[in-house]
């Protein structure tokens, strides 16, 4: 079986001949490759010019094996073409100099056009001639709620006074935002589509600051929103919401063909939660990835263990890769993955 | 029914007039009085003068009207006493100068003696005189596995890689130093009862960074060696394991007599995966007491609904009161919460 239909088969719960696997921020600081390239051009021109986007996409497909490539861009790609102005410092990350807390603000905001994010179509139809269908490519986006709370809090947020303040105290300009947002991540999901992603992921990062019922209310109609319009593109759909374990259920009805999980839960009890209709990602904690080999081959035979042979896992961390990650450790984790996966 | 029998008897899962309601960090910045001393005092003076800790824990009992008070203190105190030189910065919270990575500086660490906290069993006398019966006083610890992860990554931290590291590279050391920290917390904890704490409080904040399978490995036992000591005690332990909620089987199973619960589970369930047999503590969004009085009325009443009139249910908040919460929205809340929940 190719590595292509491994990945895309498990993403359809069909047949697979060992467990495919990927992972999060796979393309990353924790490789040499990366780290050179990074001193050449800043993190968003990275993103943006579309033969380094390539570059370093291909960097963990070319050196690591894994199952899946995923474009490298970021998940706040889509808000600057709204026209918030964004820059990543080193350090404390993204900031957002112009955050929306108000009608006005809010109303400098623009629904995106396909021609806005030219610069990842770009990237996305050069790396579907360069993989040559050797692993499937993976497109991707922020959810709603995440991509808000940067927008409204103005960058990461220890604990999200100011998007909830919005929710509670502003309903009306909150459901405008989120709307509007749903509607630009369509349109960037679907060019994404459009120009060759064969999988596209949405992440909702930081969605595990609600509860469940703040969820249902204030998260779910958005994302759904976002999977509705996908219904019909023939390509599967993973939706990962970080941190939202103890309401997965609410989380697989917001859509996705594949759920994906965080390392905070049992993978056997999350797919009970999820359904079996549908797929799982997941879910090693990232921080294993430092630990010696015998203790990465306990944890892993235990999550392939847990997913019990079921069609329709798919192995990937409950996080995105640590930059102090040892290379030769996420070979390892692939290679053992395929070999205690493997259906003999 | 006095408030003091109130709590405790929820606490049993004893019937109660109303339930009864605390919240933790009662006594903290949100009050314009606690302001008022902190400029007088570092925060450590504010913990270590006895006379002192008597005025902020007595704040909120004669502000808000709660129905328990807790003493004012840190949940880092006991591990000074061990040998750790412990600093509070303004903006990175506790820093410690001498973080524990390997066997020589454990072996600098030592058990400690009530003496050596004989300012917070001073400050429990001064408060059960002061309270005289009015409402009962709360002690309180770190859980190991957080007073752990302090001391090995030398603060806050995002990742958890040193002391996760500690745990893959170096079972050895790290079971030595869980163990001597348990020990610590048993010692420390009856203190505080011999003083006259009439309930006391196991805050595992941190412990929500392992999946599972760690926590059970790594910092139940911990956590149940103390429950386990202060069985016949006569005073009821609560024990709150902050992002923990995607197990809170395992977490009552380490122990206590009533099991906190943050905000990002539904109470019902969380309170059908601890067990009819314990009690639950929550569990407010923190966030949502800067809303309205209609949606602060609106979580309240679905939370009190959820506990369904069970005995045993303590309202509380999902973590602790944060900074910009208006004393009114807390007065509000504490009013309400005795109001819905009033059996007829």
């Known amino acids: 079986m190719s590595r292509e239909d491994?990945?895309?088969?498990?993403?359809?719960?069909?047949?697979?001949?060992?467990?495919?696997?990927?992972?999060?921020?796979?393309?990353?600081?924790?490789?040499?490759?990366?780290?050179?390239?990074?001193?050449?051009?800043?993190?968003?021109?990275?993103?943006?010019?579309?033969?380094?986007a390539l570059e370093v996409t291909m960097q963990p497909v070319n050196r690591?094996?894994?199952?899946?490539?995923?474009?490298?861009?970021?998940?706040?790609?889509?808000?600057?073409?709204?026209?918030?102005?964004?820059?990543?410092?080193e350090g404390r990350g993204p900031v957002i100099n112009n955050p929306v807390r108000d009608e006005r603000t809010y109303k400098t905001l623009r629904p995106i056009e396909p021609a806005d994010v030219g610069f990842v179509t770009d990237a996305i139809k050069l790396l579907r001639h360069e993989l040559k269908g050797k692993v499937p490519l993976i497109g991707f986006s922020g959810a709603p709620f995440t991509l808000a709370s940067y927008m409204v809090e103005g960058g990461?947020?220890?604990?999200?006074?100011?998007?909830?303040?919005?929710?509670?105290?502003?309903?009306?300009?909150y459901d405008s935002l989120m709307?509007?947002?749903?509607?630009?991540?369509?349109?960037?999901?679907?060019?994404?589509?459009?120009?060759?992603?064969?999988?596209?992921?949405?992440?909702?990062?930081?969605?595990?600051?609600?509860?469940?019922?703040?969820?249902?209310?204030f998260a779910m109609p958005y994302t759904k929103k976002i999977t509705d319009?996908?219904?019909?593109?023939?390509?599967?759909?993973?939706?990962?919401?970080?941190?939202?374990?103890?309401?997965?259920?609410?989380?697989?009805?917001?859509?996705?063909?594949?759920?994906?999980?965080?390392?905070?839960?049992?993978?056997d009890r999350a797919w009970d939660a999820i359904g079996p209709d549908k797929a799982i990602q997941g879910n090693l904690d990232p921080v294993a990835l430092m630990a010696g080999q015998d203790e990465i081959d306990k944890r892993v035979r235990s999550i392939v263990k847990k997913a019990g042979g079921r069609n329709g896992h798919i192995f990937n961390l409950g996080h995105g890769v640590l930059p102090p990650t040892p290379v030769e450790n996420v070979k390892y984790l692939v290679d053992l993955v395929h070999e205690v996966s493997l259906r003999r």
Request: proline share 4%.
């Open 156 to 173: 990461h947020s220890r604990n999200f006074l100011t998007i909830k303040g919005m929710m509670y105290q502003a309903p009306g300009l």
């Open 179 to 217: 709307n509007l947002i749903a509607d630009v991540v369509v349109t960037y999901l679907k060019a994404q589509i459009d120009a060759g992603a064969q999988v596209v992921q949405i992440f909702d990062s930081w969605v595990g600051c609600l509860g469940p019922d703040d969820y249902e209310a």
């Open 6 to 52: 491994r990945f895309l088969k498990a993403c359809r719960r069909e047949e697979v001949d060992m467990t495919p696997v990927w992972l999060m921020r796979q393309a990353g600081r924790y490789m040499q490759e990366y780290r050179d390239l990074r001193e050449k051009y800043s993190f968003l021109e990275m993103c943006k010019i579309p033969e380094v």
């Open 229 to 267: 319009a996908l219904k019909g593109s023939g390509v599967p759909v993973i939706h990962f919401a970080n941190g939202a374990s103890t309401y997965l259920d609410k989380v697989a009805a917001a859509g996705g063909d594949v759920i994906g999980v965080d390392w905070r839960v049992d993978l």
């Open 64 to 89: 690591i094996g894994i199952d899946a490539a995923i474009l490298f861009s970021d998940i706040l790609i889509p808000v600057e073409a709204m026209g918030i102005d964004l820059e990543f410092t």
